[in-house]
């Protein structure tokens, strides 16, 4: 008796490699935009801009603070049917009262791939926010003070000084991030997409080889992360090349 159908293994694998592409699409959708947003969050809790500061404490807190399943269930269903029930509500805004558009009802519509990204994108971007802000915070103030003291401008002090040393700081730190935004893509099933982990199920209870089907599929997140890992290590190293001795 054989324990595991590797025919069936074999013959799974090139399927579900088919669905890689959008695997990683989503992940890498989402990187570039938590990326940016990211960026824009550090600033603001480094330079600790009024309001703005206060709002994003808030934003990291709750992001951090909940489940990215919640926040993806949030974005497909929770969101858009609140703002249809609210097209064509009256709302009383600092005494001004206005009727709320009728066309925000059907301008609610989002496909899943859609609200998988912008989940993703959200709850990593506060994660890296304060990944970012370390880096920043983390290059020697004494740097930054002779910088000045020469007569550098704050944009040149960044764009030569700060920037560089706080990238290779940052960067272990946002791959990582990016191993773990590919594998969280698998939450997106939940929402109906057929990414990797969506397949695998289809497959599994097509034809009952559960044990086989997310075997193979475990295989194949092992081998991305692991090339990701190189990766990783390639571009380590190539940041610090110049503090060898």
């Known amino acids: 008796m054989s324990i595991l159908n590797v025919d069936y293994m074999l013959g799974l694998f090139p399927i579900l490699v088919s669905y890689l592409p959008l695997t990683l699409g989503m992940a890498a959708a989402g990187m570039v935009m938590a990326l940016m947003l990211s960026c824009c969050l550090a600033v603001i809790r480094v330079l600790r801009l009024p309001i703005l500061n206060g709002l994003t404490k808030l934003f990291i807190s709750f992001f951090r603070g909940t489940p990215l399943l919640v926040q993806l269930f949030l974005f497909y269903y929770g969101f858009p049917k609140l703002i249809a029930d609210m097209a ?6 600092l005494g001004h009262t206005t009727i709320l558009p009728m066309w925000l009802e059907d301008a609610t519509e989002i496909s899943a791939i859609t609200a998988a990204i912008i989940g993703l994108t959200l709850h990593f971007s506060a994660y890296m926010a304060e990944s ?14 002779a910088a000045l003291s020469i007569g550098m401008t704050n944009g040149q002090l960044m764009r030569r000084i700060v920037l560089p040393q706080a990238t290779r700081i940052a960067v272990p730190t946002l791959m990582n991030y990016f191993i773990d935004m590919i594998k969280a893509t698998s939450l997106a099933f939940a929402l109906g997409v057929t990414e990797l982990m969506g397949a695998t199920q289809k497959e599994a209870a097509s034809s009952f080889n559960y044990f086989e089907a997310f075997i193979t599929a475990a295989v194949l997140y092992w081998a991305v992360v692991e090339l990701l890992a190189w990766v990783q290590r390639r571009l380590e190293s190539r940041l610090n090349e110049a503090y060898r001795r």
Do not use: F, K, L, Y
């Not at 064509?88 to 805004?93: H, N």
């Open 132 to 145: 970012i802000r370390a880096a920043i915070v983390g290059v020697d103030r004494s740097q930054t003070e």
């Open 88 to 93: 064509g509500v009256s709302v009383t805004i």
